[in-house]
């Protein structure tokens, strides 16, 4: 690799941009492509290059009848839990075994205190002021979990502004048609809307906080990782 082919690498993940090195062996030749700027590559190179974002593993193909290697490298996975709640409390070792990055937010002192939820960053502010702070990508999930439309609304309202891979809301079917009407009010789409995992989490019959824990997680990995039709 040339030093300023390494130079544009290690830029684009400080910046937290998903970039794929193309490499082929056979001419000893590399280049980049980032995520936000496949739409400029071949359509072969592009759905392979997807693959390997997605899957996290290294692709390979050929082009021309030139074999080629795509390896990934993209910026970790985030979960933002919004309620420091016994669910998110079972949520957190599971995201941590899974090498997820947790970010909790609750403005609830009590509830958010290092102790209960010590694997997670922890921001004890109103989700509109911390979402203000953080940065919701085509990385990022976003977890409300506290039935409090103060909490949760603006939380999911952020979420739907941005790009991430998932955005999920507990809920009952009634208490997520209530929350449909007020997202509507506020000028979201239903189609925007229907982003929304509601009520959160894989349908495994789940009882209790560790179950349901274990849906999202679940649900987040089946998400990350199955293609988009």
Known sequence: MTPDLLADLNRARKDGRAICLVSSPQYGAEQLVYHDTLQDAPEALQAAANAAFQSDKQQSITLDDVPLYLTPFNPPIEVIIVGAVHIAQALLPLLDALDFKATLVDPRGAFA????????????????????????????????????????????????????????????????????????????????????????GLDIGASGAAEIALSIAADLVKTLRTPAL
């Open 113 to 200: 205190r290092q102790e209960r939820v010590a694997a997670a960053d922890v921001l004890i502010e109103w989700p509109d002021e911390a979402f203000e702070k953080l940065t919701i990508g085509h990385r990022t999930a976003v977890v409300a979990l506290t039935h409090d439309p103060k909490l949760d609304d603006p939380a999911l309202s952020s979420a739907l502004q941005g790009n991430p891979f998932y955005i999920g809301a507990l809920g009952s079917k009634r208490t997520h048609a209530k929350r449909i009407e007020r997202l509507q009010a506020a000028g979201f789409s239903t189609e925007s809307i229907a982003r929304i995992s509601a009520p959160i």
